[in-house]
């Protein structure tokens, strides 16, 4: 058996827990024709739907770039809008409710280089016109390590580049916000760029890059303590809200993607609950927001079984406090009016 693909995640059926509570997931991708992913090659509308209209109530979507569907040709630092484009007419489709209530894409992500510095201007101006009522910011993954076997997505100090800041100057005096990705021994780094940068609204991705294999795996007494400290350091600085998933991406360190039968919510919350609550606690739940990170977790367990374990993990929470981080910070931050 492929397990990560749909006939092994629907060995663990399960009743939606709370199916009326308001979700919006600030966290997914669109892609075609990408060999890498397996088991999830094609990730479009219709998959898309399968797995939001599989029983919980959620409301809107936001798309974060994947590098999918860049323009074949012209300048380098605007072929990225063919992504906005073909995005932008997904979540036309998915506006008139073909594939159910969800307002897909109602927000979306694209890509820009602030290393750039002013000349991202032209860039942003080209994302915008592509998606002129959903275009919200950008991403510059900022993933370094020194460690060989870690794969770098950035160079070494991006954050403190001073091209990258004068671009990052510039999405902040337009409204829009950066999406940031980094590994955890990053986090300092990324104290700083924020304390530089206080007017712009930094979006930190999938906890804080916890990493716990290859170099960091089997060394959770050190590696656990220091994302701690970084968790609590980043925290501090107001400009910088969290999301709270991606724990199901191998790097992680969670095997559940190799069990013979998928994960259930209860084991899931238990899990991720340790995790999940640290990061509640030091950004409080209204700079928090569950995601999906769908298709890349979806190796991991269902999108049914994923919200599921949130919904277990969060109980101790007020109904405000939940609103939040189900469904108002995101709608916030990305100016979702659903």
Not at 156 to 166: I, T, W, Y
Not at 247 to 263: A, C, H, L, M, S
Not at 297 to 310: E, G, Q, T
């Amino acid at each position: 058996m492929a397990y990560g693909g749909n006939d092994w995640l629907a060995l663990t059926p399960e009743t939606t827990l709370e199916p009326e509570l308001p979700i919006c997931d600030p966290h997914h991708h669109f892609w075609d024709f990408r060999p890498e992913r397996v088991p999830y090659q094609r990730y479009l509308l219709h998959e898309l739907a399968a797995d939001l209209n599989s029983g919980h109530n959620v409301r809107s979507t936001v798309f974060i770039e994947a590098r999918s569907m860049y323009r074949p040709d012209g300048p380098a630092e605007t072929r990225s809008v063919g992504e906005v484009e073909f995005v932008q007419g997904l979540a036309a489709a998915s506006a008139n409710g073909m594939y159910g209530p969800t307002r897909a894409a109602a927000a979306i992500i694209g890509n820009a280089s602030l290393n750039l510095g002013a000349a991202v201007e032209p860039v942003l101006d080209a994302l915008q016109a592509a998606s002129p009522n959903r275009f919200r910011g950008v991403r510059n993954s900022a993933a370094w390590d020194p460690h060989p076997d870690v794969e770098n997505r950035a160079e070494q100090g991006l954050l403190s580049n001073e091209k990258f800041r004068e671009g990052a100057r510039i999405l902040a005096r337009r409204g829009l916000s950066l999406e940031n990705t980094l590994y955890f021994p990053q986090l300092p780094e990324l104290v700083d760029f924020a304390n530089a940068v206080p007017d712009l609204t930094i979006v930190l991705n999938h906890i804080g890059g916890l990493y716990r294999v290859g170099p960091y795996g089997n060394r959770d007494d050190e590696v656990i303590p220091e994302w701690r400290r970084g968790i609590a350091a980043v925290a501090k600085c107001p400009n910088i809200v969290l999301k709270l998933g991606g724990v199901g991406q191998p790097r992680y360190g969670f095997d559940w993607y190799t069990w013979e039968k998928p994960i259930g919510s209860e084991e899931l919350a238990s899990h991720l609950g340790p995790l999940m609550n640290y990061c509640i606690e030091q950004f409080s739940p209204d700079r928090c927001m569950f995601e999906s990170n769908f298709p890349p977790d979806k190796v991991s367990s269902s999108y049914n079984v994923l919200f599921n374990a949130f919904k277990r993990l969060s109980q101790g929470y007020s109904a405000t406090e939940r609103a939040n981080l189900f469904h108002d910070t995101a709608t916030r931050v990305y100016r979702i009016d659903d």
